[in-house]
């Protein structure tokens, strides 16, 4: 079974600053491993994936992640924070393996970003 | 078209209705999924459709009813509903149920059961 965790519910920053958001997950086997953002009453925008290509993978909006296995980390970073980037994020992983739960995508509690001016 | 549209947006109803969400997508997608979220929680999987057959129910009560009537769209029928079942719904699409495929989702139909 395969699970993530987000550390911090809610981040804070002010506009103009780094912005990071942690995810650790767990996974018996290589994981594939996912940034989605919400913004309020939306549904969910994918911002990023892994899937074993590269280790540092760039998304939209200007976030990037690294994949770092003997972390077991996958943690967002934005270089200079938005108003508009404030939202709520969630990491998600699947597994690569068959069986029942296979392509079944498990998300952290997600972390509320929140952008002062 | 690289979106994932669903209908009502909102929808109100009573414990004693019965009523259906739609969703639509033309991406060629070949999984498609019923996601709920309870208000400041993650999406909670329902089900999965692959290839128009039901792949995954995580265990959801029969008063949810899924039906996948052709490869673009997917529909969720509501039957005695209890109003801990408000939530956002959400469905998404994939290219296929592979682990490596995103997931597009749609905006979301927000359900409040009186």
């Known amino acids: 079974a395969q699970s993530v965790t987000q550390l911090g519910s809610h981040v804070s920053v002010s506009e103009g600053a780094l912005v990071l958001l942690r995810c650790n997950y767990s996974?018996?086997?290589?994981?594939?491993l996912f940034w989605y953002v919400q913004y309020p009453n939306q549904g969910l925008q994918l911002l990023l994936k892994?899937?074993?290509?590269?280790?540092l993978v760039k998304g939209i909006n200007g976030f990037e992640a690294e994949f770092k296995k003997s972390e077991t980390s996958f943690h967002l970073t934005k270089p200079s924070a938005h108003m508009s980037d404030a939202a709520e994020y969630f990491c998600?992983?699947?597994?690569?393996?068959?069986?029942?739960?296979?392509?079944?995508?498990?998300f952290g509690q997600g972390t509320i970003l929140t952008v002062h001016p | 078209d690289t979106e994932v549209t669903q209908t009502p947006k909102h929808l109100v109803m009573g414990m004693t209705n019965k009523k259906s969400l739609k969703c639509e997508q033309h991406?060629?997608?070949?999984?498609m999924y019923w996601y709920k979220q309870k208000a400041k929680k993650p999406p909670e999987l329902m089900f999965v459709?692959?290839?128009?057959?039901?792949?995954i129910n995580e265990s959801v009560p029969s008063r949810f009813s899924p039906e996948c009537p052709n490869s673009s769209l997917l529909n969720l029928h509501l039957h005695a509903l209890q109003p801990e079942d408000s939530a956002l719904y959400l469905c998404?699409?994939?290219f296929g149920r592979g682990s490596y495929n995103e997931q597009f989702f749609g905006p979301g139909t927000r359900l409040t059961v009186l």
């Open positions: 459709y692959s290839y128009e057959k039901l792949s």
């Open positions: 998600a992983v699947t597994a690569n393996a068959g069986g029942t739960s296979y392509g079944k995508l498990t």
């Open positions: 998404a699409s994939s």
């Open positions: 991406m060629g997608h070949r999984a």
């Open positions: 892994y899937t074993s290509a590269a280790t």
């Open positions: 996974s018996s086997v290589p994981p594939y």
